[in-house]
Every structure is written in C-alpha cells, then in structure tokens.
C-alpha cells in the first residue's frame, strides 16, 4: 500500500530534550516536505526536499532541521525543542519535483508534538 | 507573495442545508495550481480536488462542486445536501507553478453539519 509513515504519531516532550519525528515514503517519491498546523493559522511549511541531498527552507524553518540521506526517508530534528514548536505535523511526498504539477500530494498520517 | 483567505472560520448546518466555502486567493504568477483537503476529525487530510490557472470550468463530484473565478481570485466549494460526515476542516491551498509541490493553505473553515 503507498503511503508516507510517520513516527511517533503522539509525543509530549520537556523543553530542549533533542527529538526527532521520523517521515518515510514507500512510492520512490522525489519529493518530500514538513508542514506544521497550528489552530488559525492553518498549514505552514517548514522545509522541504526536491531530491536525495537536496533541501531548502519553507515558510517555517526557525528551530529545525532535515536531512535527506536517502530517497524514501525525511526526517524532522528538533535539536531543542521549546513549548512554541508544540503543533501538529504533517510530512508529504510527490513523485515530482519539477515546477509542473504532475500528481499528487501524499500526506501522512500526522504527528502531535508537546513541548513542556 | 502568495496568499489564500479563507474567512469563514467556522460555519454550521442543518443536514441536507447546501453549503458554500470560500477561498480567495494573491499570486503574481500566472501559472499556479489550487487545492482544497478536508480534515476529518481524526485529523488526516484528504485530497478533495486540483485545480490549475488555465482550467476555470467548474468541477461536480458528486454532492461537491467547485466554482472557479479567476477575475475575482476565488475558488469557491459547494457541498449540497450536507451530511454529518461532512462535518470537518476544510483547507483551501495554493501552489506557484516553479515550486508546484510547495503549498500555501489558508487558515481553514470549521464544518459541522447538524443532524
């Protein structure tokens, strides 16, 4: 079955105790990004990744980071998590990664993160 | 800067009442894609409809329609004949055609249909 898993789906946390929300894809997807969703502002995105070894910042980045070491794998490190980064997170992945808009958007299931 | 509106922050109804979503939306490019997700109260998004700038003829799926304005900047949706399952957040979004896959959402409308 296609799908993007993330992990841990739930996690409450203290304040600067490093974490990481792990994203990983089975479709050989190119592309693959972090969103957050927090209550009135809607979805926002953190980073994104157009390929192995190829990321960039989204609207939200202050307070993570990502790595794309392979292709099926995303993950969000919280080098020091803090009671503002508690939000919903969302990862997706797309086959494409060029500027036409070629399929469509995986989401995962989403991860719920408390900070202390 | 791209930018989506979503005004209507929480909307009910009683079920079997049609309701309309509101999405108003800023680009300065004049290629970009429109989506709209919805969000059960299990908190998945699902995937509801694609919409590119080239493309304004409106769409009916089902019970769901969706009215697509370029003069005005609106991608509007349409359920008819609500349900309970109906009941949910809908995401209206946007995307620039040089970072097709990098969508914008807006801030979300609260569904809750009545029974």
């Known amino acids: 079955e296609a799908q993007v898993t993330q992990n841990p789906r739930y996690l409450i946390t203290v304040t600067g105790k490093k974490l990481t929300v792990t994203c990983s894809q089975n479709m050989n997807h190119e592309y693959m990004s972090w969103y957050r969703q927090d209550p009135g502002l809607g979805l926002r995105q953190i980073y994104y990744?157009?390929?192995?070894?190829?990321?960039d910042k989204g609207d939200v980045p202050e307070g993570y980071k990502v790595s794309r070491k392979e292709k099926r794998n995303f993950p969000l490190i919280l080098e020091s998590p803090s009671p503002n980064q508690t939000s919903l997170y969302f990862c997706?992945?797309?086959?494409?990664?060029?500027?036409?808009?070629?399929?469509?958007?995986?989401f995962g299931e989403g991860s719920r993160l408390t900070v202390l | 800067a791209q930018k989506v509106t979503q005004a209507q922050t929480e909307i009910s109804v009683v079920e079997k009442e049609d309701v309309t979503l509101d999405c108003v939306y800023e680009?300065?490019?004049?290629?970009?894609?429109l989506f709209w997700y919805k969000q059960p109260p299990s908190g998945e998004l699902v995937f509801l409809i694609r919409r590119n700038s080239f493309d304004e003829q409106n769409e009916i799926s089902g019970r769901y329609s969706w009215n697509f304005q370029k003069s005005t900047s609106s991608f509007n949706f349409t359920i008819t004949a609500s349900q309970v399952v109906d009941s949910a957040v809908y995401f209206c979004a946007l995307s620039e055609a040089m970072r097709a896959n990098n969508l914008f959402f807006g801030t979300g409308t609260r569904l809750t249909v009545i029974p």
């Open positions: 680009t300065r490019d004049t290629t970009y894609y």
């Open positions: 990744s157009m390929n192995v070894e190829v990321t």
């Open positions: 997706a992945s797309s086959l494409d990664s060029g500027s036409w808009y070629s399929g469509e958007l995986f």
